[in-house]
Structures are given as C-alpha cells and as structure tokens.
C-alpha cells in the first residue's frame, strides 16, 4: 500500500509542475482516507443460542446484545433445536427488537410468526424477514437488541436455538 501512495503523490508531484501537498496525495487514496476516519466497511454477524419456552403460553425474551458501532441489520436468521409446527390461532412468533440505548424501545427490526405452513424444521436455518420500514433496519451505537419468542393466543411451545443477527456499518 506504502509503494501505490509513493507512486500516487509522485504523479501527483509531476503533473502540477513540482506543486504537491500531502491533502492531494491523500485524496488518491480513498482506502486509506477511509481507514483514518473509521468509515471502513464493516459486517459482523452475532450469533447467540436463545433459550426455549416449553409452556405454550407463554413468552421468553433474552437481550443478544448491544450494537457496537452505527449499523444497519441487513439479516436475521433463526436454527430451532427441534421442529416447530405452525397454526393459524395459537402460535408461536420470534422477533427481533430494537430496545435502544435505555432498554425502552419497541421497535420492530425483524419477525416471523408460525402460522399454518410456516414451520421451522430442527436445526435448519430459516431467515427471519426484515421490517418493511428501512429506518427500523437501523441502529445507533449502544442500541440494546432483544430476541422476543411471543405466544400469540394460547401459543406453541418454542424449542429455542440460535438466533444470528447480520449488521453492516452505517457512516
């Protein structure tokens, strides 16, 4: 990288007639200029196991963690332990929430509810459908996410598993 920025300021140097400043030989290196102002392209992907409810009924609800940087989620993915069969009345939704930085948010980044046809087969990765809503994709630094297992109306036990949330940074 050194030998293209030498190269870079020299043609630089010559193609002014002897007038260069280090300004314009950065300028011809945006990877580096990137780099000092942390706008580097960045995707981390966290994976953590969620716990299971294995009454029917109720709702279980683990914080993942906090963002570490200004993000868009670009996916959310969820691998149930073992199989989880929908229904149309009582069943099972899994969400991702924003809590934002104080743990009070609601805001909905991603969810998937097991309907009739919407099954989950053990150990098979099944994307979790982001929010319409491209502002609830995003994150600020310090955000709490949460991984919600909800029982809608009298609900389906959830088997847990591992919930793998794809973030991207934002400048």
């Known amino acids: 990288m ?8 020299t043609f630089a140097f010559v193609l002014l007639g002897g007038i260069a400043s280090p300004a314009l030989a950065r300028a011809t290196n945006p990877q580096e200029e990137n780099v000092s102002q942390n706008r580097t392209p960045l995707v ?18 683990v914080a993942l963690r906090r963002a570490p940087f200004p993000a ?13 069969v929908g229904a149309n ?8 929430i924003n809590r934002g930085q104080a743990g009070l948010g609601s ?3 991603a969810e998937l509810q097991f309907n009739s046809g919407v099954n989950g087969v053990a150990f098979d990765e099944k994307p979790i459908p982001l ?21 809608v109306g009298t609900g389906l036990a959830d088997p847990g598993g591992l919930a ?7 400048s």
């Open 89 to 96: 009345t009582n069943t099972r939704r899994v969400a991702l």
């Open 131 to 151: 929010s319409a809503t491209a502002a609830n994709l995003n994150l600020a630094e310090g955000d709490i996410l949460e991984w919600l297992s909800d029982a």
């Open 44 to 61: 981390e992907e966290h994976q953590q196991a969620v716990p299971g409810e294995a009454v029917a009924g109720s709702d279980k609800s």
């Open 107 to 109: 805001i909905v980044i």
């Open 2 to 9: 050194r030998k293209v920025f030498a190269l870079s300021f």
């Open 164 to 170: 793998v949330v794809t973030m991207s940074r934002r």
């Open 72 to 84: 868009a989620v670009t996916a959310v993915t969820y691998t149930p332990n073992a199989a989880i």
